[in-house]
């Protein structure tokens, strides 16, 4: 299945446990999408999850330098989940960043405001030349 997929499971999964009422598990939460769609690569949709809930103060500061006039708390929480996750896979994978990036621009498109993807995209690109 292909990875885009996973990246959109993973940004869902992301937001769900960031809801304020949640407390459901990152085992749980990626449970509920096995029940949905049993042919995702969830070795990959658990790495990512787990690897931002797991590094995200060392994410935040990352691209906190990169906000230029935002703090991280000040961002809509899909551009917030959206951030971490590229940053991540940028510094902890060996995906094409070009490749991160355009996915990330996508999911921004697809779940955020209208053009909060230039936004994403200025801010992983000051990261990616770091």
């Not at 960031?18 to 042919?39: C, G, V, Y």
């Not at 921004?108 to 230039?118: P, V, W």
């Amino acid at each position: 299945m292909s990875r885009k997929l996973a990246r959109s499971q993973a940004f869902q999964t992301l937001f769900q446990l960031e809801t304020k009422n949640s407390e459901l598990t990152i085992d749980e939460a990626i449970r509920f999408i096995k029940e949905d769609d049993p042919d995702l690569d969830f070795d990959f949709i658990h790495w990512l999850v787990s690897g931002v809930k797991d590094h995200e103060s060392v994410l935040d500061e990352t691209i906190s330098p990169h906000l230029k006039g935002w703090t991280i708390p000040r961002l809509l929480k899909t551009d917030r989940i959206i951030l971490r996750m590229a940053t991540f896979e940028i510094i902890h994978s060996d995906t094409p960043k070009k490749v991160i990036m355009n996915e990330a621009i996508e999911l921004a498109k697809q779940y955020s405001d209208d053009d909060h993807y230039r936004f994403i995209n200025g801010v992983l690109s000051n990261i990616n030349k770091d």
